[in-house]
Structures are given as C-alpha cells and as structure tokens.
C-alpha cells in the first residue's frame, strides 16, 4: 500500500511494517534527513520504517504526534518486555537493537512509581555532581586536551577536542581513572552506532562500571557512583550498574555530539564567533539553536504501545514499536513553516526528549559544552576553518548524525 491508497488512513500502511523504508544502510548513512522529509511526503506525521535485521517499527515525525507519545507513558511504555517482536521471537538477544531498545533495571526502561524511585537517584545526584567542581573539570580538560595541538596550529576539533571531552570529565564524575576515558569514549559512540560490534562494546563498558560499583561500595567517595550507591533509593547491584550505564552512555555521547554541532556553527558563521568572543552574545543562545536544528539524538529509541490506537492517522497495534523521530519534529512545518525564523528564547524543542522521561542531565551537558567552548576561543587566536562550510560531511547511524571532522587552524 502506499499514500494514495484509499484504505490507508492518513497515507499510512494497514500493515506494520509494510511499505516500510529503512532508517539503516547507505542511504540513511548518508542523507536521513532526506529521508525524514521523503517519509513525511509519503506518509505524514508518521511512517513505517525497518531498524536493523529488518525490524519494524514507526518513526514519529510530527511534533505533536511526539509531544503525544512522550507525554503519554500509559499508551506509550517504555518498558520492552512488551515488544511484540521481541516476545515473539523475531529480535534475538544478539541483536545491535537490544544495547539501545532493550529491557534493563533502569528508569528509562519502566514507568509510574519504579521509574520515579529509580529517577530519582539519578537526578539527586546530578545535581550534586553539577555543583561539585563540573566546571574545573571542563576547564582542566580542556586545556590538557588543547595543549596537545596549540603549538601545531592545526586541528581537528572533532578527533583532537570533542571525540573524547565530555568522557574524560565523566570519568572524573563518576570516580574512574582518567586512563579509561578514550577507550570508553569509543565503546559509547560504537553501542549508539550499531552494528556487529555494539554488543561487544556494551559489555566493555558494563565490565568497567561493574568493577566501579565494586570498588565504589567498598570505597565510597564524592562522585556519582558512590551518591547512586549512598541514596535513599537502596539500589541493588543490578540497578546499580544499569544506571551508571545509561548516564555515562547517554551523557557522553549526547554532548560530544552537540559540542561539535555548536561548534561547527560557531565556526561557519563569524557574526556568532565574533558575538561570543567579544560577550556580545549569550552562549546558551547559540546552543538552544543547535538543539532546534541539529539535535544530538536524531531519532530516540524507543516505545511501545500497550493498546491498539491511532496516531497520527496510523494503525498502531498493540506491542508495536515506536521511534521518535526528535530531528525531524523540530523542524515539523505544521509548527515551524519558516526554519530560518529565529528560535531564541523558544525552549520547546524535542532534543531532550519529553514528559517523565525527558533527560535529567540536560543542565549538565549544557555546562560543559558552555565552558569548553569559552576555554577553546579564548585559547586558540584567530581560530577558523580550513575548509568552505559546505564541505564538511557526516555520518549518520539510525540514531545520530555526525560531523566527521571540524579541521580548523589558528595562531600557534
């Protein structure tokens, strides 16, 4: 069936899955924004897609058909143990879905009062981290991460600067030693990319924080983990490490990306350089922007629907799996006709998810990129790109897009 189909509602196939585009291989890689905009032509608001191991699913992309699913937990759980795919046999346990879609002892995976109990570990201590040294930290690696190439008056701001920032001041969070940091950055970025190697990473990362909690438990300290291992919550062990995982993950990954992303606006528009070097214009201003246009999680996994229902003219099915399409509703011309009408002050967007389970980190990633750019301009003179904007590419995983690299030169 297509959109023409008269006995297909909304444009949208009667079958799950049928019709359905792949959110993976080349061309999503390559261009998934053309085929956000291709979907939304052909479907509406929400369009049948297959994730890797041709796994169906719906990718929303209406804003308010988002606003829906995230606001609505009861219609819309993030608890997996209710994919149908997955009970049924069709999803194996193998699979590079189960790192980002899959049941763990979390906040993000359950709803109602265990997902409250569990958040608010999380975000207690959050917000003790926040206000215990973040901004040394950033300062601190920052300038070691800026020392190993101010003298060579060349970069690349992505591989030499961002890749591996918000890591290594996460490890300084959590308790880790600094010498984990570039490994983990890397497994972090693998398990979001997908593919074959992104169960081999995640079990990487969960042996680290296993070992973490370990030490932790028996040497507390004033760090995260040992605040996660402290709260009135009383996580168990598996707990424990289910939520080291989801912030180190989520947190490194999400402002490693929308650190380059601001950056690279900063770089390919010298009105907004200029405007922040001289205090002129207000960082949190160009930052807001990013998320409007280039958020750091361009599709969000995932929910599932406890009944069968309608959204955005499409025969949800009860168990069916839904992916919120967070890049494409920002730019949604049922809400925002005119992208280049500015956004300033406007904190509506969907980079940070929504409703019970919108990131609790936000404050914190927002610090760090504010701080590392200002460390990065004041350091680095005259700092530009050696290359014209528009040859600067990316790569895209069903996830994410990525900038590839941000190669600039400066004064040495």
């Keep these: 069936m297509n959109a023409h189909d008269p006995e297909a509602p909304g444009g949208c196939p009667v079958a799950h899955g049928a019709g359905a585009t792949r959110l993976y291989g080349p061309e999503s890689e390559s261009d998934p924004h053309a085929i956000y905009a291709r979907l939304r032509v052909e479907h509406g608001p929400v369009a049948p897609v297959l994730l890797e191991g041709d796994i169906p699913a719906w990718l929303v992309l209406g804003y308010r058909e988002n606003r829906r699913v995230l606001d609505n937990p009861l219609q819309f759980s993030r608890d997996a143990r209710i994919w149908r795919d997955f009970t049924e046999g069709r999803v194996a346990e193998t699979s590079p879905l189960i790192p980002m879609l899959g049941w763990r002892p979390d906040c993000v995976s359950q709803d109602g009062e265990p997902h409250r109990r569990l958040r608010g570990a999380v975000t207690d201590n959050l ?75 995640n079990e990487k990362i969960m042996a680290v924080l296993g070992e973490l909690a370990a030490r932790k438990r028996a040497e507390p300290g004033s760090d995260f983990a040992s605040g996660l291992i402290e709260h009135a919550a009383a996580l168990d062990e598996d707990e424990l490490v289910s939520h080291l995982r989801l912030v180190l993950i989520t947190a490194h990954a999400t402002t490693s990306n929308l650190l380059v992303r601001t950056l690279q606006l900063i770089l390919t528009d010298p009105d907004r350089r200029s405007g922040l070097i001289s205090g002129q214009l207000n960082m949190a201003s160009v930052v807001e922007e990013v998320l409007w246009n280039a958020p750091p999680l361009a599709v969000l996994p995932g929910r599932f629907a406890t009944s069968d229902l309608e959204l955005g003219g499409c025969p949800v099915k009860e168990g069916d799996l839904l992916v919120l399409g967070l890049a494409a509703g920002n730019v949604d011309p049922q809400i925002r006709p005119d992208t280049g009408v500015s956004v300033a002050g406007n904190h509506s967007h969907l980079a940070f998810s929504g409703g019970p389970h919108e990131c609790p980190g936000q404050s914190l990633g927002q610090a760090i990129i504010e701080i590392a750019v200002d460390v990065l301009l004041h350091r680095l003179p005259g700092l530009r790109l050696t290359v014209a904007p528009e040859d600067l590419t990316s790569s895209a995983s069903t996830w994410e897009s990525r900038l590839d690299s941000l190669p600039v030169e400066f004064a040495a």
Aim: charged share 25%; proline share 1%.
């Design 127 to 201: 917000q003790a981290v926040a206000a215990r040294g973040v901004r040394r930290h950033v300062t601190h690696f920052a300038n070691k991460q800026i020392d190993a190439f101010a003298d060579a008056g060349r970069a690349d701001l992505v591989a030499d600067f961002a890749e591996h920032l918000p890591m290594l001041v996460l490890t300084r969070v959590f308790g880790l030693a600094e010498s984990e940091g570039r490994a983990l950055a890397e497994s972090s970025n693998l398990v979001l990319k997908g593919g074959a190697d992104a169960l081999a990473h």
